[in-house]
């Protein structure tokens, strides 16, 4: 962008939007007719402790001490996901068809799509299902039974399938850049969370800043020049209206 004393932001001129709360309306995934290509049957219905939503099993090789693995397909409807657990010796998954995703915990989560090969590692909580608007269908592979096949946890929520990513638009859809603040007393979004959501946004490509007001008990996740949010704004984010103006002048007076 040129470089021009009036694209500068004033911070009169900015609001902060939405407590994070407001961002998190469910949206509803929209049901795909198009159906995935079976290659094996669809199994049993997987147990309500251990899924959410129909997520659909068929073994394909049963465990014995000659081989010491478990083979095995899982039919995702869409929205359907695994809760976390834990493989003690491993897991390898093989899409075969559908959008889908893996997430390591405290990390991103990774989208699957028909093709990708997962090799998740042993003990490491984990969690995998399928897109909310696609089902996905995987193969997987959990070697060295001996030491266990799997480790149920807690279920995924609705929150934790959503998030962050939900939230991150396309780099080139985005006018403005994000500036993020969190209060520090928030008891909805913890620092991690709020964290991941920044990595997400950097690593989507998009200028992100993100920093906590001390004592606050919102978290604020973007700009909007409402009179609400400028009031909320106005209350707690006096302390750091210096550091969003460098940051965005920083950025609006790029070459
Ligand atoms: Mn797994």
């Keep these: 962008m040129k470089q021009h004393s009036t694209i500068k932001v004033t911070v009169a001129a900015l609001g902060v939007l939405m407590f994070l709360s407001h961002c998190q309306q ?22 309500a402790e251990n899924f959410t939503g129909q997520a659909w099993n ?4 049963a465990n014995d001490s000659t081989l010491n693995m478990v083979v095995g397909n899982v039919y ?9 657990h834990t493989h003690p010796a491993g897991q390898i998954l093989v899409i075969t068809d559908g959008e889908g995703y893996h997430q390591i915990k405290g990390q991103i989560r990774q989208t699957l799509k028909k093709g990708d090969v997962v090799q998740c590692p042993p003990n490491v909580t984990h969690w995998h299902g399928a897109s909310p608007a696609k089902g996905m269908q995987q193969l997987y592979i959990i070697p060295n039974t001996e030491k266990g096949i799997v ?53 989507a490509g998009q200028p992100a800043s993100y920093i906590q007001v001390e004592d606050a ?17 106005a209350r707690y984010g006096v302390p750091y209206a210096a550091q969003m103006q460098n940051f965005f002048n920083g950025i609006f007076s790029k070459s």
């Design 26 to 47: 469910p949206t509803k995934g929209t049901t795909s007719q198009e159906e995935l290509q079976a290659i094996f049957p669809k199994g049993e219905l997987g147990p």
């Design 151 to 203: 480790e149920w946890l807690a279920p995924v929520t609705d929150e934790e399938y959503s998030s962050p990513t939900r939230h991150v638009s396309k780099a080139g859809e985005r006018v403005l850049p994000h500036f993020i603040v969190r209060g520090t007393k928030d008891l909805i979004a913890d620092h991690a969370m709020v964290q991941r959501y920044d990595d997400v946004l950097k690593a």
């Design 217 to 233: 008990g919102h978290a604020f996740f973007d700009w909007k020049p409402d009179a609400t949010t400028r009031a909320t704004f």
């Design 76 to 84: 995702f409807e869409p929205g359907a996901r695994s809760n976390w």
């Design 58 to 61: 068929t073994g394909l090789v």
